[in-house]
Every structure is written in structure tokens, then in C-alpha cells.
């Protein structure tokens, strides 16, 4: 038997970076090492929404989920000997993703790279961020031409670049099922086709380009066989889409291309270890198709529900992929799904699905018009809350969380102040005080940078007009200017946008049925108010600081709206103080503060100190997110009422505590619930 050529193995990365462009330099380049072979870049928080690492709302959040890059500066030492033109990098960037790539341009030219061999992805799907990720900025027009001119611009400048990774990972992450993941990516996909082709900026005949360079960035779940069906649907509609709206006649350009991040929603905190198996899975779903077959796999590691993974937990997730691609025999196989009858059904069925939610949207007016309106956001807490449902009731079963709970005691999580990576408090300082020194030093040797007020004129200028916006930010980088100047620039000019919450047009997903969980917690709700003199119980759910997941806050303000709670949800972005005037002005009975990012630490006890400032120290205040034990303990010595974290999945419970503090802080008698 003559032995088969074996196909080339995906991409590999990890996601990563945090604390410094110092720090993350060396995670990238001890990563290289072990045999990654791209760079897949996460940027903090205030980096990905336009704030300086000084800025109000920046505090508690500089270099936390990701690595701050706030200028020319910090770029230069993110990518210190790292050769620019031999790598392939993804940054996972939307709103200020122009200047990132800017920067990143500036950098390699600095290194004497080509940059029309550069090669890499910026993943600038901003429709995402209105839905679930929570990281726009400007408002959606504005925000669309931002994208368009990047497509433009890396067309004719930097040809190998993927200017947009069209995302639907994080819609499965807010709770859309695999048909409304094709159908809203794909009517995302549609909208920046038609803004390009629409502009005038790229002639007809290079269409097939941007075409070809549009990539995906998708979510594969535990539910292995569906997503992989999924994948050739998507590959499908794709193909279908490109060449009979836009008339693309090669068949390379019209190649459906995607990368994955495989699901981080299905990771447990309960028994943490069973998330090995589940990311095995997940990637299978990606790899196992030939014609439908991932160009780049980053995996989570099994313990992303608890904290920030170590660089050996990293480690460990490169290595699942490692033995699929070169011990197993995976690769030396043509698609060994064609002909099936069982999978050609299933991709029937998703792409029929998915092709008539797309001519829905299409009917509203695009997919811009459905964010606008609210329609896609209610839809996907819909979803999520039917999901949650599912998961209370045990119909959906999630080992070690609602069944198979009893558990030796892990090794791996003994001790959980060595299971995770932590990032030290003082590095925000630190950020800060090397921003502030940017900024006195950047038109002096050797940077000797022209001041940055010229360029940022020229940037507001161009924004008022039509003109790509690129060169205009890329004079900006030159200049020494900061990320939040940049963004700054541009909010004078387009604005900003506060999207849409869903939170009031979700359908109830939890019926309260007389003697269900939700009926006695209503039955609670409403005898506290009565005790209390009012008409309704009121729960103010916030999100300080710029953590954008709202996935959760979202899911608990529903169900107690369901409880027969008045609930005030302003949606992400505020300042401890925002929350607080809300928490009076309102004159809430309960404060329910919601945050993944890790910068619960700083954000929750200064909602507390306001609050006891003001005299309200009769509101009980609950804390939610990804907190260690450790933090839980002192947010509750810091006086948190109760403190919940992923493993508590039961909402109507959490709202029945909710209730019990409430009664708790008013010195009313504890009400019994019959078991």
C-alpha cells in the first residue's frame, strides 16, 4: 500500500497575553518554542474599548484579561524580537481595530519588514460586540465604515491580511442555537460585503479579493456531531451567498475559511477536570471534516472557569491538539463523512434553517437594522434562557454539575491559589505610571515622536468627511499618540452607543407553575414587598467597570423579573458611582453586581464604601462572576452579602437568596419555603 499524503495540520495558537507587553512577550515567545506556530493576541479591556490604562473606567481592569497596548511603545514591546514577517497573527480586537493594526503595521515597518507579506487577522466583527461581548464603541454606522475602510485599505496595502473574522464564537457563548450562529454571522458577513462594494472604494473586479480574504472565527460545542455539521452548512450557505449575490465565479475565493476558539461556555467550575474531555470533543468537531476542516484551532484550558490559566495549563491545551494532528491518523484521510445519509440530513436541515432566519433579517433591513431594533439581542437571551431552563430542570445534563455530583477530592484544584494564574495588583500601577512617562516623554529622544494634537486634528477631519480612515490613523501612530486619544478623537465625531439589553422583550423561559421553584420564590417576592410597604420589590443588576460579558447579568435579571421583581438593567460600562446614584435614584432594595473580568476586587468594595458613604447600608449588595474562594471571602468580610459563581446554575435559587438578604437587611423575620 503506497502511503497517503498527508494533509498540512491546522494552525495552532493559544490565546493569550496579560499583566505587560513585557510579560506577554515572553509568554509568546516561550509559546513559539513549544511548538505554536501562530500568535494569537488578547488585549485588556480598556485597550479593546478605547480607554487609557488611567482612564475611570480602565481601573481594576489594565492587563487583566488580556495585555494593554497603549501606544506605539507598548506595540514595540509586545512583538521585541519577534520577526513580524515570518509570523501569522490573530488579534482579537473589534472596535479599536483599525489603530491596533496601525500600530502593528508601524511596528513591523520599524523592523524593516515588507508589509505586504504580512500575515495575520484582526477579528473587527463589531454586530457581535452589540450582542454579546459588549466591547463597541461607536455607534453601528460609524462602526461599519471603521471596518469597511480596514477591508479597503489591506486589500490594495497588505494583501495577506484577513481584515475581518467574522464571529459568531461569541453568539453561542450568549446562548444562540447552531441555526441562528450561521444565520446572524452570515447576515453580518452580508452587511460588511455590501458597505465595501457599496463604498466605491474597491472596484468590482477585486471584489473576489475581499471575498477571499473574509474569514470566520467560530464556536464548536460538546454536541460534536451537530457542530460539525454545523461547520459544512456554514460552508454551504457561504458558498451559495458569495457567488449568486456577489457573482465571486473562483472557487478559492468563495472557500468558506475559518479559525476556532472550541466553547468556553460548557466549562465547569464543578469538577473542573471533566472540561478536558469536553475540549477533545469540541475539537473534534472541527478537525474530524476534511471539507469542512479548521485553518486554526486555539483551545481553552480546562480550568478558564476558575481563573486565568498558567502557562502550563496552556500548555496542556496545545498538547491536545498536538497528538490528534501527529500521533493519530486523522490527517491521512480524504472527507470520511461524504455520502453520509445521517450528516447530509442534519446539513439539509441547518442550512434550511439557517437561509430562512437569514431572508428574516434581510426583511428588517440587514443585520444592523435587527441590532438597532433589538430584534437579535431578545433572541438570544431567549435562547440562553431556554438553555439555563433546560439545565435547572435536568433535562439537559451536565456531569458533575446537575448529575454525577459526588466527587474524590480533585489533585489538580487542592490548591486553588496555585491552580490559576493571578495577576499582580500593582501591575495597573505600574501601567499607569509608564503611560503617564509616554506621554511627557514622546517628542524627546529617541522617539522624538511630532506632537500627536496635529495628527489627531487631521484624524477628526477625515471622520467628519469620507476619506479612509486608515492613513489618518496611522499618522496617528506615528505621532505617539495614545489608544485613548484615538478613540477619544472619534467619539467627539461619531458618538458612542449603548446597545440594546434584551432583557425586557425575553419571553418568560421559566413558567411559574403552582408548586414549581419559581411560584414559591414569586410568593416570597411578593410578601416582602407587602412586609415592606411597597408596591414591588426593586433589584438594580449592574456591571461595573468594562467587563462586557452580560450574558449572566442578563439571565438573573430576567428570571427575577420573572419573580415579580421591578428590575433596573442598565446594561455594561458604569463606574461604581453611575451605580450607586442609579441604586438611590431608584431606591432598589438590592444591588446585584455582575463581573468575569476579575476586577471584582477593586470594582465591588467601592460600591460598597458608596453606598455606606450615602447612608444605604440597608441595601444588601450580591456579588457574581468568576471569583475565586479566596475573594469571596474577603468580598464577604468586606460586608457582600452573598457572593455566587458559575457553579451556582441554579437562577430561581440565587433569586430566592436574592429575596432572603433583602429580608436579612430590613430585619425582617426569615420566611419559610417548604422543601
Known sequence: MTERQKDRPWLMRT???HSTAEA??????????????????????????????????????????????AHLGDMRRLFQDIPLEQMNTSMTINATAMWLLALYQVVAEEQGADVTKLQ?????????????????????????????????????????????????????????????????AMSTAIAVLDAVRDSGQVPQERMGDVVGRISFFVNAGVRFIEEMCKMRAFGRIWDKVTRERYGIEDPRHRRFRYGVQVNSLGLTEAQPENNVQRIVLEMLAVTLSKDARARAVQLPAWNEALGLPRPWDQQWSLRIQQVLA???????????????????????????????????????????????????????????AERRARIESGQEKIVGVNVFESTEPNPLTADLDTAIQTVDPAVEARVVASLRHWRDTRYQPPFNHPRPCKALERLKEAA???????????????????????????????????????????????????????????????????????GKLRFLVGKPGLDGHSNGAEQIAVRARDAGFEVVYQGIRLTPEQIVDAALAEDVHAVGLSILSGSHAQLVPDVLE??????????????????????????????????FTPKDFDITGIIGRIVDEIRNANKLDPLEVPA
Open 610 to 643: 458608596r453606598l455606606r458613604v450615602a447612608g444605604a447600608t440597608d441595601i444588601p449588595v450580591i456579588a457574581g462572576g468568576i471569583i475565586p474562594s479566596g475573594d469571596a471571602e474577603e468580598l464577604r468580610a468586606a460586608g457582600v452579602a452573598a457572593v
Open 326 to 384: 501527529y500521533e493519530s491518523d486523522l490527517l491521512e484521510y480524504d472527507d470520511i463523512f461524504e455520502g453520509s445519509k445521517v450528516v447530509e440530513a442534519k446539513v439539509d436541515e441547518l442550512a434550511r434553517a439557517a437561509l430562512a432566519e437569514m431572508e428574516r433579517i434581510e426583511e428588517m433591513g440587514g443585520a444592523l437594522a435587527a441590532v438597532e431594533s433589538g430584534y437579535l439581542k431578545s433572541r438570544l437571551v431567549a435562547s440562553h
Open 120 to 184: 495575520g487577522t484582526t477579528q473587527n466583527d463589531i454586530v457581535k460586540e452589540y450582542l454579546s461581548r459588549g466591547t463597541h464603541v461607536f455607534p453601528p454606522g460609524p462602526s461599519l465604515r471603521l471596518t469597511t475602510d480596514m477591508i479597503a485599505y489591506t486589500v490594495s496595502h497588505i494583501p495577506k491580511w484577513n481584515p475581518i473574522n467574522i464571529c459568531s464564537y461569541h453568539l453561542q457563548e450568549a446562548g444562540a442555537t447552531p441555526v441562528q450562529e450561521i444565520a446572524y
Open 464 to 534: 467628519r468627511g469620507t476619506e479612509n480612515l486608515m492613513e489618518a490613523t496611522l499618522e496617528c501612530a506615528r505621532a505617539g499618540v495614545t489608544t485613548g486619544e484615538w478613540a477619544g478623537a472619534l467619539r467627539e465625531v461619531f458618538g458612542e452607543f449603548r446597545a440594546p439589553t434584551g432583557v425586557s422583550s425575553a419571553p418568560v423561559a421559566v413558567p411559574a407553575e403552582e408548586g414549581s421553584a419559581l411560584a414559591e420564590v414569586r410568593r416570597k417576592v411578593e410578601r416582602t414587598a407587602r412586609d415592606l410597604g411597597v
Open 24 to 69: 506577554s512577550n515572553e509568554l509568546y515567545r516561550r509559546n513559539l518554542a513549544k511548538g505554536q506556530t501562530g500568535l494569537s493576541v488578547a488585549f485588556d479591556l480598556p485597550t479593546q474599548t478605547g480607554y487609557d490604562p488611567d482612564h475611570v473606567l480602565a481601573r481594576g481592569e489594565v492587563g487583566r484579561v488580556g495585555v494593554p497596548v
Open 15 to 17: 490565546y493569550a497575553g
